[in-house]
């Protein structure tokens, strides 16, 4: 019972977890402007990022040791220290963004300007990552952050012409509206949203937080092959709302009001409320994670003691370094930029750091001193060496099109 438990609750998280605010501004932007002919690259991502989850989570479980760790022993300082760099600033991009993400949702919920609501969404974050088990944090945010499943309901109430949204996302075609590198740029976005370097990193320390050993290598493939692609159908209601509501009026999306705008033409102030409790609780639950992702990476990569199984004062650099992070973010968003602009970017420079990450996993689960008899099959490096190369590709691509399309304007 106590396994079906941890497998029920990882599900679930993994769901929360996966429809952060950079899924969502992504998703409904491309809903907005594109309807469903880019569901395709969320299929794309959501099978990427179960593939080198679950590397990763079984490098955790077979070794003992995180990830983050075992890149720098195995790849040297160099290859690691490029690995850390990269991934820690795109997670402290999107750090600054889930903050945000909170203040917006408070000020949709409270009309309280979102400067004001920044100190405090800053605030709590660090205190839950002082004062809160790693269990209680995870499972509480991710459970709440599937109130977001009224995206889904939300679809069905508004009776759409369903053959219309099947023919798009079967047959997808850029709309005449629109620039083919637009297109290409949200492409390399919602890319960037689905495989966001962070969530590998949290999951192989999560799989430590909470202890895993090679027994516990089925929970890992169900918390990946079963949360993450369901977050993925969440991913596709969201568009799939933007598409039907906000397409058809021309209706761009610049704020978190527009995001939520189906929603309460479906459903009501019921719904509307139902969604900005998931809105607040999945950008609140990846606040948490990003901000424990930048911890992990520098404590991993020094040596330092980690984990919130040790009190603060026993891992006192690693406290010190998610309370600098959440401390930076929120100063960022208090210059009054755009939450909404630093999302869009951080997805995108997500791509951009993609090849730097899941590369050393690669390596690192094909190393038997390692992993022993549980290095990938050869299946699994044949669709590895495929992902490879489009991960590559959506990297150098990203800047380009950036550039070429003012940041999809």
């Not at 800053?122 to 509480?140: H, Q, Y």
């Not at 919602?190 to 320390?205: C, H, I, K, N, R």
């Not at 409790?277 to 901000?291: K, Q, R, S």
Request: neutral net charge; aromatic residues 10%; glycine residues 10%.
């Amino acid at each position: 019972m106590k396994r079906f438990f941890a497998v029920a609750l990882g599900i679930l998280t993994a769901i929360g977890g996966f429809v952060d605010i950079g899924d969502l501004v992504t998703n409904a932007v491309v809903g907005a402007r594109f309807g469903l002919s880019l569901v395709w690259v969320v299929l794309v991502g959501v099978v990427g990022i179960c593939l080198f989850a679950q590397m990763s989570g079984r490098v955790a479980a077979v070794s003992g040791r995180a990830t983050f760790e075992i890149i720098r022993e195995r790849l040297g300082p160099r290859v690691g220290g490029a690995n850390l760099v990269a991934s820690f600033l795109v997670t402290l991009l999107t750090l600054t963004a889930e903050i945000g993400g909170i203040a917006l949702a408070l000020e949709l919920a409270s009309s309280v300007e979102r400067r004001l609501w920044i100190p405090f969404a800053g605030l709590a974050v660090w205190l839950v990552l002082w004062r809160v088990k790693f269990s209680v944090l995870e499972n509480v945010a991710g459970l709440l952050g599937l109130t977001l499943v009224v995206f889904a309901v939300a679809l069905f109430q508004l009776g759409p012409d369903w053959g219309e949204l099947v023919e798009q996302a079967t047959r997808p075609q850029v709309p005449a509206s629109e620039p083919v590198p637009t297109y290409w740029y949200y492409a390399v976005a919602l890319f960037g949203a689905a495989m966001t370097p962070y969530e590998v990193f949290f999951f192989s320390s999560g799989a430590r937080e909470e202890r895993w050993t090679v027994k516990d290598l089925s929970v890992s493939r169900a918390n990946v092959l079963i949360g993450f692609p369901l977050g993925g159908l969440l991913s596709v209601a969201i568009a799939g709302c933007a598409a039907v509501v906000l397409l058809p009026r021309g209706i761009e999306v610049s704020t978190l009001s527009e995001i939520t705008l189906p929603v309460a033409l479906a459903g009501g102030k019921l719904l509307l409320a139902l969604v900005i409790l998931g809105i607040v609780a999945a950008t609140f639950g990846a606040a948490l994670e990003t901000a424990l992702s930048t911890g992990y990476t520098l404590a991993q990569f020094f040596g330092w003691s980690w984990g919130k199984y040790h009190r603060p004062a026993q891992a006192a650099r690693f406290h010190t370094a998610m309370a600098v992070a959440v401390l930076v973010g929120t100063l960022v968003l208090l210059t009054n930029v755009d939450p909404v602009a630093v999302t869009e970017y951080s997805v995108v420079f997500s791509a951009v750091a993609l090849p730097l990450t899941y590369l050393p996993i690669l390596v690192v689960a094909n190393d038997r001193e390692y992993m022993g008899d549980h290095v990938n099959g050869r299946a699994t490096n044949a669709l590895g060496l495929v992902y490879l190369v489009v991960i590559l590709a959506a990297s150098l691509a990203a800047i380009p099109l950036m550039i070429a399309t003012g940041a999809g304007g």
